[in-house]
Nanobody
């Protein structure tokens, strides 16, 4: 059974950091590109970052570029999202998902097959 489980979310003050984890089970995670998405209340789900399976190439949304870093540890079947200098606009439910590739349209949710249940990130003082 293919499963993705996110963890690492929580409440953090503005300017703080969190590291999210996405652990895959039931399949080898290194076969897939992995995307991170987020969805705030009343807003559409948006792409945050994507990391390819083969060369580790990465993509970022402009809103997180320079603050967030995506990485993968295939030995642990895990993809991480290191989030620094968080602000209130980063508050959302964060999801990871699998795709065959990180295409230039990586932010399109329709390209992703399996999704986790999400982990909540709240940035507030």
């Amino acid at each position: 059974q293919v499963q993705l489980v996110e963890s690492g979310g929580g409440l953090v003050q503005p300017g703080g950091s969190l590291r999210l984890s996405c652990v895959g089970s039931g399949f080898p995670l290194d076969y897939y590109a992995i995307g991170w998405f987020r969805q705030a209340p009343g807003k559409e789900r948006e792409g945050v970052s994507c990391i390819s399976s083969s060369d580790g190439f990465t993509y970022y949304a402009d809103s997180v570029k320079g603050r967030f870093t995506i990485s993968r540890d295939n030995a642990k079947n895990t993809v991480y999202l290191q989030m620094n200098r968080l602000n209130a606009d980063d508050t959302a439910l964060y999801y990871c998902a699998t795709a065959p590739l990180c295409l230039t349209t990586w932010g399109d949710t329709g390209q992703y097959d399996y999704w986790g249940q999400g982990t909540q990130v709240t940035v507030s003082s």
